[in-house]
């Protein structure tokens, strides 16, 4: 299994990226798929997650800001981030969680990580 992460960059206060993350080797449309982050010096966060049916959730911080989706045609999952300010500035990763979900939020028992893609925001 491989999640392939994509899609980071450095971008200034108020701007926008989209991340990527490409699944092989998965029954992709069977996962829940993540998405955290991990700024220096702090524990890696859940961002947002969305079930195989399509159900999302949004940590508050980036609630109104952030958008996840998934195409399970190209098993890919994406993470549209508007807005963006300083404090976003983190490495983002992506996970996979298989079912049953037994726990919403759905914070942990991930089963599979990408690499991680660097985000920064400029002030």
């Known amino acids: 299994v491989q999640l392939q992460a994509s899609g980071g960059g450095l971008v200034q206060a108020g701007g926008s990226l989209r991340l990527s993350c490409a699944a092989s080797?998965?029954?992709?449309?069977?996962?829940?798929m993540g998405w955290f982050r991990q700024a220096p010096g702090k524990q890696r966060e859940l961002v947002a997650a969305?079930?195989?049916?399509?159900?999302?959730y949004y940590s508050d911080f980036v609630k109104g800001r952030f958008t996840i989706s998934r195409d399970n045609a190209k098993n890919t999952v994406y993470l549209q981030m508007n807005s963006l300010q300083p404090e976003d500035t983190a490495v983002y990763y992506c996970?996979?969680?298989?079912?049953?979900?037994?726990?919403?939020?759905?914070?942990?028992?991930?089963?599979?990580w990408g690499q991680g893609t660097q985000v920064t925001v400029s002030s």
């Open positions: 996970a996979a969680k298989a079912p049953p979900i037994t726990d919403w939020p759905p914070r942990s028992n991930y089963h599979y």
């Open positions: 080797r998965l029954s992709f449309s069977s996962y829940a």
């Open positions: 969305i079930t195989k049916g399509g159900t999302t």
